[in-house]
């Protein structure tokens, strides 16, 4: 896909619109000045694009990608990259072992297609020993990982490129903005006058035309669904989040949870660790003490 920031006028400033991640992007800014608007758009687009070419798992020359082809040997990492890894690891130790960026591979045996696909206990059991993030370890240099085992940074490279982005837009400008990467935004603080940012949750599911509208004056926002990517066999609804100490999909998460933190990657880690509690969703961000919206 071409890479292009689009420029847009619209009440009360610009909006810079292009696509990154698998996800429509944009980037909100109060201030009539085409020019810096313009600026930031750009300078924002350069930092998902370049978020994406380093660590996308579909692209053998990324970061990722070297990493999973060089599984059972030792590879040099840079420091950004050990910082990320650092951040897996403390996800994987707050998650009692459920969020596992090594869990990925068991995408060889499940296919979330909307079928009736339902892979045999056996062909689970062949890969689940290649996930566990116990398996897996490094230092500021270097990175090493079990043979056949590979790492996904999906689960975080979003939102952490909305809050690398945000950094580099405040440097820009201390005007009102607000980054949007595919329902994971973060904005610099309130509109003028104090408003808050006005911010629309779709639902989940495309069958139903329903929505709902946050308000936010500070910090971040992000969303984890269940709706789109399915099994269904005999009847039963097979979830795409999976357990990955059973290698089955967690029964009964919500279709949505959306969650409000001070930094965008905060609010996706726990988005997904409630879709990985199931049915007990509302009870684990209840305990967290945290704003949040579930749409079961």
Known sequence: MLRKVICSAREGGFLLSFHAMASPCEVLIDVYDQVLATLVGNKVAEEAWRIEDKYSRYQKTSVCGQLNLNAGQSSQIDQETFLLLQFAEQCYQISDGLFDITSGVLRKVWRFDCSGNIPSQVAINKVLPDVGWHKV?????????????????????KEYAVDKALLIASELTKAPLLINFGGDLAVNGPRENNQAWHVGIEHPSLAEDKSMVVSITQGAIATSGDAERFLLKNGKRYSHILNVKTGWPVENPPKSVTVAAPKCIQAGLLSTLALLQGS????????????HWIIA
């Open 137 to 157: 370890s490094f230092d500021e240099q270097n990175f090493i990982m079990h043979k056949n085992m590979e790492i996904d940074f999906g689960g975080i490279g």
């Open 280 to 291: 007990s969703a509302s009870e684990f961000l209840q305990g967290q003490e945290i704003k």
